[in-house]
């Protein structure tokens, strides 16, 4: 590869070493002892033995992919890991579990003692329900503390949940709610999003018609304005006043279902992927252990939504298995005022912060001022969800003075498997850092050949590990074709990868996103990190779309700053020609005041395909937080055409 390929310059940037004052003592001789095993199955070991069976466990793995299981044998329950551990130890049963703020302003806060009797009489009330084990329950809110109980309830009677992300209209929710043969829904009121009030339970009656399985709601008074409760539904109180004393937590097998997590995306049926009991619990105690890394004093927050496995992965199980203390907010980050980030950090004494790089991108948005009048003094910012450019991470770095995490996992692999270490290894603006311990990947071909160090490919993991989706739910051989049918034996990630001449890992987004331009291919990040240098971008997403002549060309979207002057799109093309080459030429420039967003912020460029290519959204909306966005970009790409 070439100087002069802009591949190699987008992997060029130059690799951090960590100053002293980001260092955490310690962290890097724990982490060489981790990466020192002999195998990723004595690494699991390790990391089983750091939490608490109910019986032991007699093998570590038996099996390959696709069809793999762990710990055969052994006993173990997700919420005594995540809850009663902590609750039944001095030393931290009255430390802050759950540290929680609504849009309104009002806040809640419960001990690990609490949380653990709330989750017990919780339990023991969708018991009194007739909930047993292997039954589905929906969980129908936001970042609500009843989120936290109900998904521990759930674990500690081996109850299987789902999370229905907030924003779904009548028709999502009943597709889930039809697809999981859902039991019992728990489900708030209302809630609070940019200071309107949202009303899911009107929502979820209108849609327990067409899933016919839901037998009870128990409803969240959120607002303490509940309606009136119909026919088979019940009070959240009431029901954890009728689950007075609680109920144990029950042994279950490692490899029994745990939870289902419906992707959203261009398919007309919902694909609900199934997690394990011990592989989640196990899998994102070491991710939250290696990516925030508990100090005492933390406070981790979360910024993300419940119904983005993130916050599962990172919050409800790794973060408590790990005995954080858990920031959660309800609403939007920038409500009511651009201040709101900033201010829930000081209110709440936030060490450590998770969440999309859209929010940094918000952030900077908001400008250098507003920073700087709210020093915040973090130790971490982390991020995941989409690509980060360096732009971004610089800014972010140098505004925070604070390590920025870029890491890198998917839904299916339910955990982030790849990203530097807090506290112990170097940064690189852009890369994805190297594979954490237990994990083990290549870049392929489309022959399923390797593809040498700075050639792009197909990235795929070679072998089991604990947090990897197990099935789609009632449909194994989706499960199979889905993932493992492109590269046999190995698990197919669906996006494009490069590895750098110092084994750093760079994802440059979907395979499907990779724009082949009369026979070059680029992706989109690539374009996009170039749009993104302008100093009058804020924020930028690159498109393929189809052309007669080319095959393919991309197109951009962008928001701007303050200081954006006329002729933008001009000198935003020039730039991308001059520092990429003529093939990747932009057929477009859209310069638009909002982007269609999921509510964690990322960004859904197939919507953006579909206004280009269709006129219209052709795939499911239901995932997006705001439908006025999408609005505000088919004006302007009508106004273009």
């Not at 947090?467 to 197919?492: E, I, K, M, N």
Request: one cysteine or more.
């Amino acid at each position: 590869m070439s100087e002069s390929d802009p591949l190699a310059q987008l992997i060029a940037n130059p690799l951090r070493p960590l100053p002293e004052r980001w260092t955490v003592a310690g962290r890097v001789a724990e982490l060489e002892r981790a990466r020192a095993f002999a195998t990723a199955d004595d690494y699991w070991a390790w990391v089983a033995e750091q939490q608490r069976w109910m019986q032991p466990w007699e093998t570590v793995r038996s099996g390959e992919l696709p069809d793999f299981r762990y710990f055969e044998g052994g006993l173990l329950n997700v919420a005594d890991n995540c809850v009663d551990r902590w609750a039944e130890d001095p030393a931290t049963a009255y430390r802050a579990a759950v540290v929680w703020e609504g849009e309104p302003g009002d806040t809640r806060t419960l001990t690990y003692t609490e949380l653990a009797d709330e989750v017990s009489r919780l339990a023991k009330g969708l018991l009194e329900l007739g909930v047993r084990k292997g039954d589905v329950v929906g969980v129908y809110m936001p970042n609500l503390v009843e989120a936290f109980t109900t998904i521990h309830a759930c674990n500690r009677i081996g109850a299987i949940y789902t999370v229905l992300f907030s924003g779904f209209g009548e028709e999502a929710v009943a597709s889930r709610l039809q697809a999981a043969r859902a039991s019992v829904v728990v489900v708030a009121d209302a809630i609070y999003r940019r200071t309107k009030r949202i009303e899911l339970l009107q929502t979820l009656r209108a849609a327990r018609d067409r899933a016919p399985s839901v037998r009870a709601t128990i409803v969240v008074d959120r607002t303490g304005d509940a309606p009136p409760l119909q026919e088979n539904e019940f009070g959240y109180a009431d029901v954890l006043e009728k689950g007075t004393g609680g109920t144990p937590a029950v042994p279950l097998d490692p490899n029994e279902p745990s939870f289902l997590i419906f992707t959203s995306g261009t398919e007309s049926t919902p694909k609900g992927v199934v997690h394990s009991v011990g592989g989640f619990l196990l899998g994102t105690w070491a991710n939250a252990y290696w990516q925030a890394g508990y100090e005492p004093g933390d406070v981790y927050w979360v910024a993300a939504d419940v119904g983005w496995l993130t916050f599962p992965i990172q919050a409800v199980v790794g973060g408590l298995a790990c005995g954080m203390t858990i920031a959660c907010f309800e609403g939007a980050l920038d409500t009511p005022t651009p201040a709101r980030f900033y201010e829930i950090c000081e209110r709440h004494h936030v060490t450590k912060v998770l969440a999309a790089p859209t929010v940094a991108r918000m952030l900077r948005k908001f400008g250098d001022d507003l920073a700087a009048a709210h020093p915040l003094g973090l130790k971490l910012i982390t991020m995941q969800g989409e690509p980060l450019d360096a732009d971004t991470f610089d800014w972010t770095t140098d505004t925070f003075d604070a390590p920025v995490v870029n890491a890198y996992g998917q839904t299916e692999t339910g955990s982030t498997w790849t990203y530097p270490v807090y506290g112990a290894e170097g940064l690189r603006a852009g890369s994805v850092g190297t594979a954490v311990p237990g994990h083990e990947w290549a870049i392929l071909d489309d022959e399923g050949e390797p593809c040498a160090a700075g050639v792009k490919g197909n990235l795929v993991l070679t072998a089991p590990f604990p947090t990897l989706a197990r099935t789609v739910w009632d449909d194994h051989d989706r499960y199979l074709s889905t993932y493992f049918a492109q590269f046999p034996g190995r698990y197919a990630t669906h996006d494009e990868a490069v590895l750098d001449h110092d084994g750093h890992l760079w994802v440059l987004g979907r395979a499907d996103d990779v724009i082949n331009v009369a026979a070059h291919r680029i992706s989109t990040m690539e374009i996009e990190a170039v749009v993104t240098a302008h100093p009058a971008v804020v924020e930028a997403a690159v498109i393929g779309v189809p052309d007669a002549t080319k095959g393919t060309v991309p197109i951009a979207f962008v928001t701007l700053g303050g200081d954006a002057t006329d002729g933008i799109e001009l000198d935003i093309s020039r730039r991308v020609v001059a520092e990429l080459g003529g093939y990747a030429r932009l057929e477009k420039v859209y310069v638009t005041g909002a982007m269609p967003k999921t509510r964690t912020g990322k960004t859904m460029r197939r919507l953006l395909r579909d206004l280009v290519v269709h006129g219209e959204p052709t795939g499911d909306t239901s995932a997006m937080e705001d439908r006025s966005a999408l609005d505000t970009v088919a004006r302007v790409v009508r106004a273009g055409a």
